[in-house]
């Protein structure tokens, strides 16, 4: 087993820092490591986001962004002009990363040939100690194989697992594991899913004992597939508050705080979620083009339809944990905004304070004590 | 293999029926039988759905409503007073049958223990040629199982299955199978169901060389689980208009007309695809409380929402066709109302009208002179 990356304490500066360090930084400020060339809209958007988490933390928050340095500076330059630049003196970093590896590379072998890419130097830092958590919306399963690889697994976990959250009819939302990482899934991978599920749930949201569902096609017991129908049982004798089988709609009714599920499901499913807003939007227009009683209605219904579609917005919740690895990588969705980006670095740095990793190993061992 | 039923030409009056059979009875008429004690209203909804069925389509479809008699003439004195009830004199009779197989009884059991039900007696009916369409909103399993047993599959065909139509972004549904049928698949029933599917959407919708996709986590060839890449190559090989993976989002989106999974994927997405209208009022009802000018918003909203979310409704498309049957069999949806009763009994009309058995018999020989 890799042992846990040690907490950021005091680091050198990094060889390749412009931008000066300041004195004034403490201990308690956590440090983002950004691949600053992840997204359809890198390094752009990328830089922006960072940009607009280091100003919106004050200091709180420091960002190193990785990437081809020229093209990272040239956007700051772009965007930080002036009083800007002086205000993020120090909190936000650049490291240089020559290579990138691109949306559609095959993750595996592009992560053999390009050594030098912003996710394997960016990754390299935070398994280094010189960042707390990484951050990327770039190639999702080199992200995924690369934070496997470099952070390790946390011992007794076998697949790590994304999640993703789901906007329920509750006040707080569903997370859904696994979203895509694992296809393929034996029973206790479900389990683990459960497990890093609920752990997480209770550091982020604060919630004691989430309930967790096994995603099946009935809530009957006996109802599933080979593989649910045996993590079923796993589940039944585990630790965890599990309330049995939940169908597909008991995700947007919020009927439980976890769902577990495969990564061949879970990602049809945030994927088909997704695409509930732009459906809606759709069927307004047409709507709209009725008539002009229907035009006016459609018109009036825009701000509380945008409101309501703003809680199934991926830009809202900027990126989905992977849970299971010795470290915090954060793996946003390609089309994310500058607002995605800020989002995201807010959301590994709760992971950070949070300390989910720390949570996963208790629930872990008295599941195993459990057992023996 | 068993022969298809024939089509009705005549018939004898059947020994239960109450009402007089018209000497005008035509023999292109359609005679649908339908299960009076299937779902969660019956046989109220039932037989009120069963009337304005033949009152609307005025003789041209007459209907034998198969169940507990006393209760389904208790229900029709109350609907059908005085002139109503001449009005459809011959185009709804009754059929005794004294057992109900429930909701939540187990399928296979059920049809083992209950040889009378509704279900046993109004297959038998269709098998006999007595009526040339099958509907139930009772218990799923079981019309599946007895639907099966009792007609027989289609020649070619390993599992019949059931599809559910998504609403899309665009004028014309996304037809979705298998929506349950079969939780553990292997690749060629997924062809089977592209198959299957792909002759409906012709039949049904005078769609020509319907555009067929195997639901994935991602467009590449490579994508999908070992089921899925397994399929993927047969239905490349196959004489459909194949486009490739399709993933969770491009359902809604209208992608493609035929959407083929396994009944697993199939009945969690179906579910979840239903859940959304609720979903989305009970988001709107907290956004009208958020204070006066949302609240006027969401009033306003309401009839665009509601247009909109007909189309989502299961009650508007009636039933879901089961295919690869030697007969016609729709199933609906347990919270069944009148309409989607009345529905349902339109879609199995326009299943016997169009010939879609035929369709897919053609297709099975097209594909099998493909591969000779």
């Known amino acids: 087993m890799r042992r846990p990356p040690p907490r950021r304490r005091y680091e050198p500066p990094l060889s390749t820092t412009r931008l000066p360090i300041p004195l004034s930084l403490k201990e308690k400020d956590i440090t983002i490591v950004v691949d600053a060339m992840g997204g359809d809209f890198a390094p752009g958007v990328v830089v922006q986001g960072a940009l607009e988490a280091v100003t919106e933390s004050s200091g709180r928050v420091s960002v190193i962004l990785v990437g081809r340095q020229k093209a ?3 956007e700051l330059a772009k965007l930080a002009p002036g009083g800007a ?9 650049v490291v240089d990363a020559g290579e990138v590896i691109e949306m559609n590379d095959a993750p595996n072998a592009a992560l053999k040939t390009k050594k030098n890419s912003s996710i394997a130097v960016g990754l390299s830092l935070h398994r280094e100690g010189k960042a707390d ?5 770039g190639n999702t399963g080199a992200v995924l194989s690369a934070s496997t690889l470099m952070l390790g697994r946390i011992k007794g976990i076998g697949r790590p697992t994304i999640g993703a959250l789901f906007p329920t009819a509750r006040h707080t939302p569903c997370l859904l594991l696994d979203a895509g990482a694992n296809v393929d899934c034996r029973a206790r991978h479900l389990y683990e899913f459960a497990l890093m599920g609920s752990a997480y749930v209770a550091a982020m949201f604060g919630t004691r004992h989430p309930s967790v569902g096994l995603l099946s096609i009935g809530e009957e017991d006996t109802k599933g597939n080979e593989v649910t129908l045996e993590a ?8 965890l508050h599990f309330v049995g089988n939940v169908e597909g709609r008991d995700i947007l009714k919020g009927a439980v705080d976890v769902v577990v599920c495969d990564g061949f499901v879970g990602n049809i499913l945030l994927k088909f979620g997704e695409s509930i807003p732009s459906f809606l939007k759709a069927k307004f227009v047409r709507y709209a083009s009725r008539g002009p009683r229907e035009k006016l209605v459609a018109l009036l219904a825009r701000a509380g339809l945008r409101s309501v579609m703003q809680e199934m917005d991926y830009q809202e919740a900027g990126g989905v944990p992977l849970l299971g690895v010795n470290g915090v990588s954060i793996i946003g969705h390609g ?3 500058a607002r995605a980006i800020k989002n995201m670095i807010f959301l590994a740095e709760k992971t950070v304070l949070q300390n989910v990793n720390g ?8 599941s195993r004590q459990g057992r023996e």
Chains 1, 2 share one sequence.
């Open 133 to 137: 958590a990484f951050v990327s919306a």
């Open 335 to 337: 089309g994310s905004s």
């Open 359 to 366: 949570k996963i190993q208790d629930s872990l061992h008295t």
């Open 85 to 93: 630049e002086a205000k993020i003196a120090g909190t936000l970093r």
């Open 232 to 239: 079923f049982k796993l589940l039944k004798e585990g630790p």
């Open 72 to 74: 990272i500076e040239s």
